[in-house]
């Protein structure tokens, strides 16, 4: 597991950069577009990541096909973070964060031990970043992100509080 304190420096970024890509490009884009748009600001800010990296779902032991998480930070370390494993980036656009993408990100969680590539062996945290969208302007929030960060640990999925 990463360092609660290191996880939340990485969150207040996260948040920062993808609330910037929002407020510079305005609501109404699809999820590929703001992932582009945090992925140059990743870059912008020397953050070492994978985009749409395949990793195999396992039931019973057995392959059922691979899917692609949206984001993978692999450890680093940085001038504003360290992350001693890997973290999961899972990204929707939507009015608010809803259960079906923590479910998502939960059955990535529990999936990533058990593909073969090490840099997924100690996988145990992930963020869900959403976009928010709306049918209208005034719908839609100043801070036009939000941001989950969760663990699973001993089989048990929890919420990290960010604040």
Request: glycine share 4%.
């Amino acid at each position: 597991m990463n360092n609660r304190k290191e996880l939340l420096k990485f969150a207040n970024l996260l948040k920062k950069l993808a609330n910037n890509t929002y407020v510079e490009l305005g609501s109404g884009f699809k999820e590929d577009t703001f992932q582009k748009a945090l992925s140059i600001c990743f870059r912008l800010y020397n953050i070492d990541y994978f985009k749409e990296t395949n990793i195999e779902i396992f039931f019973k032991k057995e392959s059922l096909g691979v899917f692609r998480l949206d984001f993978l930070i692999p450890p680093q370390k940085h001038k504003s973070f360290t992350l001693k494993n890997a973290i999961v980036i899972e990204t929707k656009v939507s009015v608010s964060i809803k259960n079906p993408a923590r479910l998502q990100l939960k059955n990535y969680l529990e999936s990533l031990p058990k593909n073969k590539s090490e840099i997924f062996k100690n996988v145990s945290e992930g963020f869900i970043l959403n976009w928010h969208d709306g049918d209208n302007a005034e719908d839609i929030p100043k801070e036009g992100v939000d941001l989950e960060l969760w663990s699973l640990k001993s089989k048990k999925f929890k919420e990290i509080p960010i604040k």
